[in-house]
């Protein structure tokens, strides 16, 4: 496809609350969406870096100037397509593989505007095998008393998987009040650290384990490998565990960003599943890929967020129908935390999303919102 125009919009979205955990708190959802027409057709893609590098790198703005001033303008060039017959979006990929959130913006937007053409829904070009997935929600850090409140409510509205933040000091209390609430005990409860435990913490986690949470996502620093191999043999020879029937997955998130980072990972015994998250992957077809090689290894995988805006939940309810996602992801509606969306967002009913059926990754978006909600914009045009 030849680029005729690219648009590059900086939001600044409100949220329903603060989204808080161990590596920092999101008060608003600023976040960049670029838009490519291609040969006559339009494709949208969102960079998913949050406001600010506390998670990974990439932040909203930094990655607004890189793709303005650096990859938007290189696209006005010669020819690109997502299905990359000439390797073009694989080397600019490559030349920018310390921001992986960017590069999936542009990857996006190329999918969504083929897909459009030829009305071709992500899903099947990903290879979905459900129509639906089941619903899984995340609640940040909160005193334990708010956390079961909300957790209970969203039990209530019908979700049955929930993962919650934890980090030093606010977690064991926080899960045993969240299991031992009547409504909320039936539902899983999954553990998110983002890196915040280390080595002294393994007996702690096993603990959590064993009281009853259902994955351990990302709980030690990236960088402690042999803390997580230790952990993992400690939840596989926990005789709890083994009475109840129950694997617990430690589940890396930072800690991997390639297949490779997954293979060592995995061939340290570090880690038993990965949350795929085509952000931190640098894009769907990577994520793709990541998903077939879990499988293939037999590592769980699950499909993680980025506290997306609409489009970017659209993509990911469409990854998270492919078949080896086994344990449930981050998949609910924008508007969980998001009071503003440009986007149509996704739609929980009876515990589970509907994977979108439409042409390409998502629906246009809401133009007046659009506008509302872009503190910068930049266009230009091919020459
Ligand atoms: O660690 O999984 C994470 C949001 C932004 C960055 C990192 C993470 C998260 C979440 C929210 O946990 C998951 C979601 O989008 O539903
Ligand atoms: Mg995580």
């Not at 290879?127 to 209530?156: M, T």
């Not at 005789?239 to 800690?255: I, K, N």
Request: proline letters at 7%; a negative charge.
């Amino acid at each position: 496809m030849e680029i005729s125009a690219f648009d590059a919009h900086l939001l600044d979205l409100p949220l329903v609350e603060p989204f808080a955990a161990s590596h920092g708190t999101t008060t608003s959802r600023t976040v960049v969406a670029i838009r490519l027409v291609a040969d006559g057709s339009v494709g949208w893609g969102e960079c998913s870096a949050l406001p600010a590098a506390t998670y990974s790198p990439e932040s909203a703005a930094g990655s607004y100037r890189l793709l303005t001033e650096r990859m938007l303008p290189e696209l006005l060039t010669g020819s690109w397509s997502a299905a990359d017959p000439d390797g073009r979006l694989a080397e600019l990929g490559g030349r920018w593989g310390q921001a992986p959130m960017a590069v999936a913006a542009v990857e996006m937007a190329l999918l969504d505007a083929e897909l459009t053409a030829s009305g071709v829904p992500l899903a099947n070009r990903l290879g979905a095998e459900r129509a639906r997935v089941p619903a899984g929600v995340s609640l940040g850090l909160d005193r334990p008393d708010a956390v079961v409140e909300r957790a209970a409510g969203l039990v209530a509205e019908g979700y049955r998987r929930l993962k919650v933040k934890i980090q030093p000091g606010h977690d064991r209390a926080v899960l045993d009040a969240l299991l031992g609430h009547p409504t909320i005990a039936g539902a899983e409860v999954q553990l998110d650290a983002n890196g915040a435990y280390g080595v002294a913490d393994i007996d702690l986690l096993v603990g959590l384990a064993e009281a009853g949470a259902s994955a351990l996502e990302q709980p030690l620093a990236p960088a402690e490998v042999e803390a997580a191999a230790r952990l993992v043999e400690r939840l596989a020879a926990s005789p709890g565990l083994a009475v109840a029937g129950r694997t617990v997955p430690v589940v890396a998130d930072e800690a991997v960003t390639t297949i490779d980072d997954a293979d060592t990972l995995a061939d340290r015994g570090a880690l038993t599943g990965v949350s795929i998250k085509p952000a931190r992957v640098g894009g769907l077809l990577a994520a793709r890929t990541l998903h077939d090689h879990c499988r293939a290894r037999d590592l769980t995988a699950t499909a993680g967020g980025m506290l997306e805006t609409g489009l970017g939940r659209h993509a990911l309810a469409a990854l998270a129908a492919l078949p080896g996602f086994d344990l449930t992801g981050d998949l609910s509606p924008a508007a969980r935390w998001l009071a503003a969306d440009p986007w149509p967002d996704l739609t929980m009913a009876d515990g589970s999303i509907e994977v979108p059926s439409g042409p390409g990754v998502a629906p246009e978006p809401d133009p007046e919102l659009l506008a509302h909600h872009t503190v910068e914009h930049e266009r230009r045009e091919r020459r």
